[in-house]
């Protein structure tokens, strides 16, 4: 089965397509939106040696001329130097405004190869084949594109759409369990916000949806069905979007403090313990009970998360050195901390000014 999920923002809209064979079928996904296009495909060499021949070939068999840039895999490929090679092979394969970038990968081609496509020739079209699980139910939708700076994570970068999203759920197949792991961290996160039904599906069928392939499209649908809703109502983050960021407070701080060092620890793991302190901090303050903390945690645990700071490989860093990591996340304002909380599963809630001794004591009790 198949589903599609609308992502409608500022008055245009772009389809997510998820289903199983959908790189076969790419070509003629993208054949419909841009007949006769150019195509430059940006993708990493894990993705390359996996993917890529079978997006290739579908290209080929639509008619759709394609080029290929690959990209060392990592973090450190959303660089300006990479970001500078990309944008000139991409011109020197002539591509135009009205052709495509394809980015075929996780979220560190899908961020880079989109700000290729919001700044090549003032904007070109932009196609996004997501092949992890964390791209495919988070970066791939809300148009958040960009790179890092030597200042930070994600400090360059535009809001650019792409015209269509295929998420292939087959190509999970190929995904270390550990990648699978940190991405649904993010599918948590969506039932933790704002929709108990799907955390109580989640609990009951976590076997499921980390081994069938229907189960992960209806996880997928519904992660990015709730992503777009909300990005929807706030497209430039001025009030409700901060609910996604539940978990990233502490997430982003943990991964700070580890130099983004993904041996130590991935994004969705920072994200799972950041998730459990959230709700810990949320039993600690009175908002819900420690029963909801211990649900939350138990479930995450369970898949084989991370929970607690205390699971991360050599962590050394104290309390204050927290603190202080959150007051440089770009996401805190200076002063009044905010925090997403939570009243109970499903019921997630924007905190705003929480004291930074409270927050300390908490971390130092953690
Ligand atoms: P990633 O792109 O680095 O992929 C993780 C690893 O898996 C890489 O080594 C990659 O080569 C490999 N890989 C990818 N697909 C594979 C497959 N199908 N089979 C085997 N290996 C595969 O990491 P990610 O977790 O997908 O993305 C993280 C990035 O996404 C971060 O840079 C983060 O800032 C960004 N992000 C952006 C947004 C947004 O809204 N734009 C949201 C969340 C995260
Ligand atoms: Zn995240």
């Not at 008619?63 to 991409?90: F, H, M, N, Q, W």
């Not at 039932?191 to 392939?213: H, M, Y």
């Not at 497209?235 to 700070?256: I, P």
Request: net charge negative; with cysteine; glycine share 10%.
């Amino acid at each position: 089965h198949q589903e599609i999920v609308r992502v409608a923002l500022g008055g245009r809209s772009y389809d997510i397509v998820i289903g199983a064979g959908l790189l076969q079928k790419a070509g003629e996904h993208i054949a419909r939106i841009a007949p006769g296009a150019s195509c430059a495909i940006v993708t990493d060499e894990n993705v390359a040696r996996l993917h890529l021949p079978t997006v290739e070939l579908s290209l080929k068999e639509a008619g759709l001329r394609s080029t290929t840039i690959v990209v060392p895999p990592g973090e450190a490929s959303k660089s300006l130097a990479v970001y500078g090679r990309v944008c000139d092979e991409a011109l020197a394969a002539k591509i135009e405004r009205r052709d495509l970038i394809i980015a075929l990968g996780g979220g560190v081609v899908g961020d880079l190869a989109g700000f290729v496509a919001a700044s090549l020739r003032r904007g070109s079209r932009f196609v996004q084949i997501p092949t992890t699980l964390l791209s495919q139910v988070d970066s791939s939708v809300g148009g958040k594109t960009g790179i890092n700076s030597s200042h930070g994570k994600n400090l360059i970068g535009a809001f650019h759409q792409p015209a269509l999203v295929l998420a292939d759920v087959d190509v999970l197949q190929t995904l270390p369990l550990r990648e699978f792991r940190a991405g649904y961290a993010e599918v948590v996160k969506y039932g933790l916000i704002g929709d108990k039904r799907f955390f109580e599906w989640l609990e009951a069928d976590a076997e499921a949806v980390f081994n069938s392939r229907s189960e992960q499209i209806c996880a997928i649908a519904v992660s990015c069905e709730t992503k777009a809703t909300i990005v929807a109502r706030d497209e430039t983050e001025q009030g409700d979007r901060a609910l996604l960021n539940l978990g990233h407070t502490f997430g982003h701080a943990l991964e700070r403090l580890t130099n983004y060092d993904s041996i130590r620890l991935v994004h969705g793991e920072g994200v799972a313990i950041g998730m459990v302190c959230a709700a810990r901090f949320s039993a600690r303050l009175g908002f819900c009970t420690p029963a909801v903390a211990e649900r939350v945690e138990r479930h995450l645990a369970g898949v084989g998360l991370p929970t607690r700071i205390r699971d991360i490989p050599d962590w050394s860093a104290d309390a204050q050195a927290i603190l202080d990591a959150m007051y440089q996340d770009k996401k805190v304002e200076r002063g009044a901390l905010t925090f997403i909380l939570m009243r109970g599963i499903g019921e997630a809630f924007i905190a705003k000014s929480i004291a930074a001794d409270e927050v300390l004591k908490f971390l130092e009790d953690e």
